[in-house]
């Protein structure tokens, strides 16, 4: 069994950054895609970033070049730059992950709060 951790929230001004993490820890990590969603009160969870075990990166499109989803497979940790915060996007974010051994097998980390003050 696997499990994501995330850290790196907290409040943030409009138009500020923050960086977040998600570690993988377990007996046996076997991680392949990992994504970030994010989820407002009163919304559904929405996918932010996706990032395969490659490298190969795609963004929502809300997104606009102002956050970096990256990976270090050796410490199976992945990260998001999030930079030019914007007020509507408080939410809790989410690490997600795909078993690449373990078919149709997928993980949810527990969340970490992002607040932007306007």
């Known amino acids: 069994q696997v499990q994501l951790a995330e850290s790196g929230g907290g409040l943030v001004q409009a138009g500020g950054s923050l960086r977040l993490s998600c570690v993988a820890s377990?007996?046996?990590?076997?991680?392949?895609?990992m994504d970030w969603y994010r989820q407002a009160p009163g919304k559904q969870r929405e996918l932010v970033a996706s990032?395969?075990?490659?490298?190969?990166?795609d963004y929502a499109d809300f997104v606009t070049g102002r956050f970096t989803i990256s990976r270090d497979n050796a410490k199976n940790t992945m990260y998001l730059q999030l930079n030019s915060l914007k007020p509507e996007e408080a939410a809790v974010y989410y690490c997600?992950?795909?078993?690449?051994?373990?078919?149709?097998?997928?993980?949810w980390g527990q969340g970490t709060q992002v607040a932007v003050s306007s």
């Open positions: 377990g007996v046996r990590v076997t991680i392949g895609n």
């Open positions: 990032i395969r075990r490659s490298g190969y990166t």
């Open positions: 997600h992950a795909a078993d690449v051994i373990r078919t149709a097998t997928y993980y």
